[in-house]
């Protein structure tokens, strides 16, 4: 009886604490009109709004808005249009040919901004091809855009993103596919040809971007690579430099299961000192910019990132940081990573079956569970790869950078793969999935069809993978492992070996005539085959390599006092509710701890400034 008291309730609660809307047509400039949703608080007046463009139906936001308001419409500062694109959902009418997202931004925006509920000032946010559609608007300078907060999103259409190394990223084109119905379209471009260059210099628009941004990205994230680069990008070419900031959490992409960016559990493991945290910061900068709040916006790092396993969150103006020394750690015979260079030669291979691969489990996906899972069982118990771990002793081991593994290899086929994949070794055996990258042979010499080659079975060539960059702390106790395959299935496409046709049939995921390959790698002093790890220097960064186990909170939840332990005398402190705001501040002390009684009960954000730097931690108030 109570479970259908409870489910009951629920159903109330959706049914009747729903946001409230109106559904409007906005006119785009050739005469046509797109469909949107205005949410509005109950106070009169104007507001500043946050515009959100979605291809994924705008009627999913009548469940709860986004940046922590939810339900919570009536007393919010802000108002929001939720738009559907172009040729989506309830816009599908005014699709027609040559029209364009950022046109259809700009007109959106201006159109907002004369009616007489906007004060003037307009956002914009969303993640992934939300993400993208502002770049697009941006670039078409409407007045009234005062700034924008794309998450998990790169505006450029680039060949290595979904041809990494040359081999495509089944799952994830597939997913698009699915989505946009483009997946064909990719399937006939895997040579980087003049198709690929005008599509990215049509898509760079960073120096073309005057608007302040706040770009939040996720090391789990699909388009980690592409979110630095871009933040890189406009940092170099943007007429507003100085004003852009990047906030890389330990988040995935979100869309597919129950991780998202914010979310405390990311695949198997939890970042409770990460959890809404892009949200905090998000707002902070809309009220920066939208409101005119002076919040101390503007003294914000350039980049803020999380440094995933100490709970702490730590700043550069760079990236990589500029106190991180690049080290090289050799693989060896017996499948250890040393700090020496091997003595002897070895070979050590494995075969790869094309009709048998290694499989994808966690990692950066889109459609399959995405984050860090267990591979010891799955894919580390399998013989088609190869185990290199590197004990982690006297001290954690602490990077932030891009890790970069060199291998020399060599094959009995005429084309083949070689995938790499990182992950950290707990005590217990369990493996968890990092990051991967791989490199397709036949495209050794270079990525367009004219480059392409067969491989000379048996001879011996030098391959460099770069994994996407991370910022990570592998515990004392903890062991640094790299994978070496030759598939990482479907995540990647699966090599059939034969050095025929990639995708006939344009289909990403056709076996023929696959053969199996007897891959090896070669270690030794004549051909060392090693990892460079982007290891902190602990003298110039804020011990990074030890974690702050020490400060704990207590009582958690905690009624009308929260003590802190572990702290130094005088501490500040502010505290901050889940839609972003700082509800509290000041200096705690042994005999002065925060007194939470005045604040409503729910979750809060605690965030303290230490000599290690910024570290924020959960607690809930009765």
């Known amino acids: 009886m109570k479970y259908l008291t409870c489910l009951l309730l629920l159903v109330s609660t959706v049914c009747f604490s729903q946001p409230e809307w109106e559904t409007i047509a906005i006119p785009m400039s050739d005469g046509e009109f797109l469909v949107a949703d205005v949410y509005l608080p109950s106070a009169e007046g104007t507001y500043p709004i946050i515009l959100i463009q979605t291809p994924y139906n705008k009627d999913l936001y009548h469940l709860g808005l986004p940046l922590g308001v939810g339900w919570d419409q009536e ?58 559609v502002q770049y697009q608007t941006a670039s078409f ?52 040809n003049i198709v690929w260059q005008i599509a990215e210099e049509e898509t760079q628009y960073t120096d073309d971007i005057e608007v302040p941004m706040l770009l939040i990205g996720g090391w789990y994230d699909i388009n980690t690579t592409d979110v630095m680069r871009t933040f890189s990008d406009l940092q170099a070419l943007s007429p507003v430099a100085d004003k852009h900031k990047l906030l ?145 002793e006297d001290g954690a081991l602490d990077i932030s950078g891009d890790i970069v593994v060199r291998i020399q290899v060599s094959s009995d086929q005429v084309d083949t793969d070689f995938i790499v994949r990182l992950t950290d070794v707990f005590p217990d055996g369990s493996s968890y999935m990092l990051n991967s990258n791989g490199q397709r042979m036949r495209f050794m010499e270079g990525y367009t069809a004219s480059a392409e080659s067969d491989l000379i079975p048996g001879d011996i060539y030098d391959v460099e993978i770069t994994l996407p960059a991370l910022a990570y702390t592998f515990a004392e106790g903890h062991q640094l492992r790299i994978i070496i395959s030759s598939s990482n299935y479907p995540q990647y496409n699966r090599n059939m070996n034969n050095g025929g046709e990639m995708y006939p049939g344009l289909n990403l995921d056709t076996l023929v005539n696959p053969l199996v390959a007897h891959n090896s790698v070669h270690i030794g002093p004549a051909m060392n085959s090693y990892v460079v790890l982007p290891i902190v220097s602990l003298a110039d960064n804020v011990a990074l390599n030890k974690k702050e186990d020490s400060i704990h909170l207590y009582p958690n939840p905690a009624g009308d006092v929260l003590n802190i332990g572990g702290l130094p005398e005088n501490t500040r402190y502010s505290v901050i509710d889940m839609s972003g705001k700082t509800v509290l501040t000041g200096f705690m002390n042994t005999w002065n701890p925060p007194n939470i009684s005045g604040l409503k009960p729910g979750h809060y954000l605690i965030e303290i400034a230490t000599e290690r730097g910024v570290q924020r931690m959960e607690f809930i108030k009765l």
Not at 97 to 112: H, K, L, P, R, T
Not at 180 to 191: N, T
């Open 248 to 392: 890389m959490g330990p988040w995935v992409h979100g869309g597919n299961g129950p991780a998202y960016v914010g979310s405390e559990q990311q695949g198997e493991l939890t970042y409770a000192a990460a959890a809404s945290v892009n949200v905090i910061k998000a707002m902070q900068f809309f009220d920066y910019y939208l409101r005119g709040i002076d919040n101390d916006w503007e003294d914000e790092p350039s980049i803020s990132y999380f440094q995933t396993n100490t709970d702490q969150w730590l700043s550069s103006n760079v990236w990589p940081p500029a106190n991180v020394e690049q080290s090289t750690f050799y693989f060896r015979e017996d499948h250890s990573i040393t700090a020496t260079s091997p003595e002897n030669d070895a070979v050590i291979g494995y075969d790869y079956d094309p009709e048998d691969p290694s499989p994808t489990i966690g990692g950066q996906v889109l459609s399959l569970p995405q984050g860090p899972f267990d591979l010891s069982e799955a894919v580390e118990s399998r013989d088609d790869v190869l185990l290199f771990s590197l004990p982690i």
């Open 75 to 132: 007393s919010s500062d802000y108002g929001f249009v939720i738009l559907d694109w172009r040729c989506r959902f309830a816009s599908m009418d005014a699709c027609v040919e040559d029209s364009d997202n950022g046109q259809d931004g700009y007109d959106a925006v201006e159109w907002i901004a004369e009616q007489d509920w906007c004060d003037g000032n307009i956002g914009t946010y969303g993640p992934s091809a939300l993400a993208t």
């Open 141 to 192: 300078h409407p007045p009234h855009l005062k700034c924008c907060v794309p998450e998990v999103g790169a505006p450029q259409q680039n060949y290595f993103h979904f041809f990494p190394g040359g081999i495509a990223k089944t799952e994830h084109i597939l997913q698009l596919g699915v989505l946009f119905g483009i997946s064909s379209l990719y399937a006939s471009l895997p040579y980087y």
